[in-house]
């Protein structure tokens, strides 16, 4: 039930709004809302009320938008929601991890990474090795953690045209994890929030952000088996 209630709170309104138009995919509301538990349908009920509250002009405009929103949308959001429950954590939730093959070294994820970037003209814009900066101010030895960024700025440009707000996901990162128990993996954004989270985008950027999500992936999966 705490769960529910986190979900339901992270999402607020609009996202209840948002289940409500949805969830016909997944057959009668009614017989899956009978069959919950008095609390959890207490807990419903009462953000029911407040969206009763809102007054039907605003409900059915947020139900007009939500309408408007990609395709896809509800199974993202859906996805999300799963792994937030499972382990509690809205970063766990929106991003995408690869574990890297064991016996491969940090040198060869590294080197991997950037050949396959540069098979995709994709620039390496930068390196961020955190855990040097945590061995400075500790003293002491620290796990690998460093961050790589890689970029199309002719991409960039283009999601720019769009809106101002994609400059938050510039320049796109992959970290080099090596766990409390040794074992490095891979972790970058879940991009699919941002391609079709909400209203679908114009035909020639969603081409360009297809493209930019397959090539992460391709970094990624390669540089976690080694793979030129």
């Not at 709170?9 to 997944?26: D, E, Q, T």
């Not at 990609?70 to 939730?93: C, F, H, Q, R, V």
């Not at 900066?133 to 720019?160: P, Q």
Request: glycine fraction near 8%; hydrophobic fraction near 45%; aromatic fraction near 10%.
């Amino acid at each position: 039930m705490g769960a529910i209630r986190n979900l339901l709170a992270l999402f607020g309104l609009v996202s209840l709004v948002v289940f409500i138009v949805l969830f016909n995919k997944f057959g009668s509301m009614y017989g899956i809302y009978s069959s919950l538990d008095g609390e959890t349908k207490a807990f419903l009920a009462e953000n029911m009320e407040k969206l009763q509250a809102m007054g039907p002009e605003k409900v059915q405009n947020y139900v007009d938008l939500a309408k408007q929103f990609d395709g896809k949308s509800y199974d993202i959001y859906m996805e999300m929601a799963d792994t937030l429950l499972k382990t509690g954590k809205t970063a766990d939730a929106t991003i995408w991890k690869i574990p890297v093959e064991e016996g491969l070294s940090v040198e060869e994820v590294e080197e991997t990474m950037k050949f396959v970037a540069n098979e995709h003209n994709f620039s390496n814009v930068g390196e961020l090795p955190l855990y040097k900066d945590v061995e400075a101010k500790l003293g002491t030895k620290f796990r690998f953690i460093k961050m790589y960024l890689f970029c199309d700025s002719l991409v960039a440009a283009k999601m720019l045209s769009d809106s101002d707000a994609f400059s938050a996901y510039f320049p796109c990162r992959i970290t080099l994890v090596e766990d409390t128990e040794g074992k490095l993996w891979l972790y970058t954004l879940n991009m699919d929030m941002m391609i079709h989270g909400g209203r679908p985008l114009p035909d020639d950027l969603l081409t360009e952000a297809l493209r930019v999500k397959e090539i992460m992936l391709d970094i990624m999966k390669r540089g976690s088996t080694g793979e030129f």
